[in-house]
């Protein structure tokens, strides 16, 4: 139990156009869903957090405009890179937790999307 | 400042060996403190946390932590180590009124046969 998808798995795109990563919950109803940033050989980097029906809790110096994050329902949160560059390439990770609580309500991390901007 | 520090960035074992890899943190509340595996194309995988209580922790996979708080430390230990063990292993570090989880930058085991 408690496997987290993302779609795609891996994508390539030209400088300007959009791109949307899904983030599915398949066995559980997902409370909150996170979204994380990780360059090579650095650390996962918190982005945002999202509550379903909510808006999004975007860590400071992420670009809310440029990373936009729906939450619509309780499988399922999306990522929206707006507009993207190549310093937007990167590895982003989701993870979902069940309920509110950090220290009982475990998150569980999806396998990543890696984002090519040319 | 919070932050988590993994100081070995690659470590690599034979098969049947002991393991330790080192996780030192800073944080400035009561910390919880988690590790998790990465496998090449899987999410990560908790392998254990600790949030109170016994400072030795037990996980999966037979892997073990102890917090030490006078080190700041959490070190991952696992006293034999199988092939199925070569993967990245990440260390992080929460607080209860946070949902904001702080990665180290990993540690890539690789096992020796």
């Known amino acids: 139990g408690a496997v987290v998808s993302q779609h795609p798995s891996r994508v390539i795109c030209k400088s300007g156009t959009s791109v949307k990563i899904e983030c599915r919950s398949l066995?559980?109803?997902?409370?909150?869903m996170f979204w994380y940033r990780q360059f090579p050989k650095q650390s996962l980097m918190l982005m945002a957090t999202?509550?379903?029906?909510?808006?999004?809790?975007?860590e400071q110096g992420v670009e809310k405009d440029k990373f936009l994050i729906n939450h619509a329902s309780l499988t399922l949160s999306t990522l929206t890179v707006t507009s993207a560059h190549p310093e937007d390439s990167s590895f982003y990770i989701c993870?979902?937790?069940?309920?509110?609580?950090?220290?009982?309500?475990?998150?569980?991390f999806g396998p990543g999307t890696r984002l090519t901007v040319l | 400042a919070q932050s988590v520090t993994q100081p070995d960035i690659h470590i690599t074992v034979s098969e049947g060996a002991s393991l330790e890899l080192r996780c030192n943190y800073s944080?400035?509340?009561?910390?919880?403190l988690f590790w998790y595996v990465q496998s090449p194309g899987q999410g990560l995988q908790l392998l254990l946390k600790?949030?109170?209580?016994?400072?030795l922790v037990q996980g999966i996979k037979g892997f073990e932590a102890e917090f030490k708080r006078s080190q700041s430390s959490f070190n991952l230990r696992k006293p034999s180590v199988h092939w199925s063990d070569a993967a990245e292993y990440f260390c992080?570090?929460?607080?209860?009124?946070?949902?904001?989880?702080?990665f180290g930058t990993g540690t890539r085991l690789q096992v020796f046969p």
């Open positions: 066995d559980f109803q997902a409370t909150t």
């Open positions: 992080a570090v929460g607080g209860l009124y946070t949902d904001k989880l702080i």
């Open positions: 600790y949030f109170s209580g016994d400072t």
């Open positions: 993870s979902a937790r069940r309920g509110g609580r950090p220290d009982t309500d475990t998150q569980y």
């Open positions: 999202s509550n379903e029906g909510s808006k999004a809790t975007y």
């Open positions: 944080y400035g509340a009561t910390p919880y």
